[in-house]
């Protein structure tokens, strides 16, 4: 057989890995030399520098002839790496966006070579088979009584929480009106201040009504506050959903979930927990316990691209059993044909609402085969005690003022009596001269720093020059 040039040479069969090695030793290097280029967690300039610098080696984006494999592997890696926000630096700190685990990225890069699609059984056999085992395996870890417990992957917290709301629409139909001259109402949805933008975002693409959206003045839903609002819902002769937080985005908080599950059932309110931050907890012994009620909800989010450690992307929805997502269920004759099914054959295209898909659930097996849950459960106990460590030294730290306690991984901090103004002029400084990303959170008391520890092997004295560099930063 004729093998083809390397630039057009392909990642699989069994040529594949042989084409793949010399082009693999490029992209390392490449990798090496941007990092080392850019040598610190973002490239400093700002985004005209980086914008300027991946011009230069793009141009000519679409060459009359190209440059071959290697050189163009070397120049736009080496030139990505070199621009990169870098979430394995200890001081990139501003996002849930994790250093992903050297071995869950070379799982991927099989993923990537095979290319499973996950929309038909013919084009993914053991890649259907991996993700129907592992994906029930962590639904069982969230739903450790129910008897058939299952969930499907997502691209994240946001299509998690879409998928949650459309399979409350289509399981709790409009209600009843007492009055015939009064149409029947649609799905309620009831949500906290604190819930992710996808909660009101997904209501909208759905054409429901917009969230009844509940005030959370200390970061978190109180059930007082929940149990009032579906009192007076009682009356509108249609179905709700309450949707609560294990982990949200500005503070890392997490809402009482037993309590708002005990609210919701009193109601006969239908309950979904977006707990794509913070429902890797459940691999913890030691920090499983803030997530009592989870099991309770008729649907619950995850992400592992965030205390997990994967690449993007990683989210799973939890169901307690496979008739949760009989809506959706979905039939086209060259993928899932009726013959095909009742033979035998997997249906996969009724396990999302995307056709095609990527077998995002690779990295993930590897990582649970790998470290197991007390080795994932070692680097969730790490990179909290981090926060924990970081929250120490400002409050022993005479210029800082925190927050609250993080109940996760992320800490608010400010400087002592400085305004928003500066408070985002820092940030943003430090932004510019790639020295730390921040994030910046609103809270009923002003703006905050915001610091998303998500690097295990963060140390102490990481932290310690985090603060100094914000010091050298805030006026005197």
């Keep these: 057989m004729t093998v083809p040039p390397a630039g057009t040479a392909l990642a699989g069969g069994t040529n594949g890995p042989r084409a793949l090695r010399p082009l693999l030793d490029t992209v390392l290097d490449a990798l090496t030399t941007g990092a080392e280029d850019r040598a610190g967690p973002l490239p400093p300039g700002g985004p005209d520098t980086v914008t300027r610098a991946v011009r230069d080696a ?51 890069l ?40 299952d969930a499907l992957i997502t691209t994240g917290g946001t299509e998690s929480n879409q998928l949650a709301l459309l399979l409350a629409r289509e399981a709790t139909p409009a209600g009843t009106a007492t009055d015939p001259h009064r149409p029947a109402r649609p799905l309620q949805i009831v949500c906290g201040a604190n819930a992710h933008h996808s909660i009101p975002r997904s209501a909208w693409l759905l054409g429901l009504p917009e969230p009844l959206t509940l005030p959370t003045p200390d970061g978190i839903l109180t059930p ?21 937080t ?67 992307a990683a989210g799973l929805l939890a169901v307690p059993g496979p008739a949760t997502l009989a809506p959706l269920a979905h039939q086209a004759d060259y993928l899932n044909a009726d013959d095909d099914t009742e033979a ?44 924990q460590t970081l929250a120490d030294l400002i409050e022993d730290h005479p210029r800082y003022e925190l ?17 928003d103004t500066t408070l985002a002029t820092i940030r943003r400084t430090l932004l510019t001269d790639g020295q730390a990303v921040l994030g910046r959170a609103t809270t009923p008391t002003g703006l905050w720093l915001k610091a998303t520890l998500l690097n295990p092997h963060t140390q102490p004295g990481d932290l310690t020059t985090l603060l100094k560099l914000v010091e050298g930063h805030t006026p005197r």
């Design 246 to 312: 294990a982990g949200t985005t500005d503070s890392g908080a997490i809402d009482p979930l037993a309590d708002l599950a005990d609210v919701a059932a009193h109601h006969g309110a239908r309950f979904h927990i977006d707990a794509a931050y913070g429902g890797a907890l459940l691999f913890s012994d030691t920090h499983r316990s803030a997530l009592n009620g989870l099991a309770r909800a008729h649907t619950v989010g995850l992400d592992l691209h965030k205390l997990g450690w994967q690449p993007v």
């Design 224 to 244: 007082d506050t929940v149990h009032t609002c579906l009192a007076n819902l009682a009356g509108r002769a249609g179905p709700v959903l309450l949707t609560a």
């Design 110 to 149: 099989a993923a990537c070579a095979l290319n499973p699609s996950m929309d038909s059984w013919d084009q993914a056999p053991a890649a259907s088979a991996l993700e129907a085992l592992t994906s029930r395996a962590l639904a069982a870890l969230v739903y450790p009584r129910a008897t058939d417990p």
């Design 344 to 387: 035998g054959l997997p249906d996969l295209l009724s396990r999302s609402l995307r056709t095609t898909r990527r077998p995002d659930i690779l990295k993930i097996a590897v990582t649970l085969k790998a470290l197991g849950r007390h080795g994932l459960g070692e680097l969730i106990d790490r990179t909290l005690a981090a926060a």
């Design 58 to 108: 793009c141009h000519p984006v679409f060459p009359d002839h190209g440059t071959g494999p290697h050189t163009a592997l070397r120049t736009l890696v080496h030139t990505l790496a070199a621009g990169a926000s870098d979430p394995a630096d200890p001081h990139c700190a501003a996002h849930l966006h994790c250093p992903p685990l050297a071995l869950a990225t070379a799982a991927d």
């Design 403 to 419: 927050h609250s306690r993080p109940a996760l991984s992320t800490v608010l901090f400010r400087p002592t009596g400085a305004d």
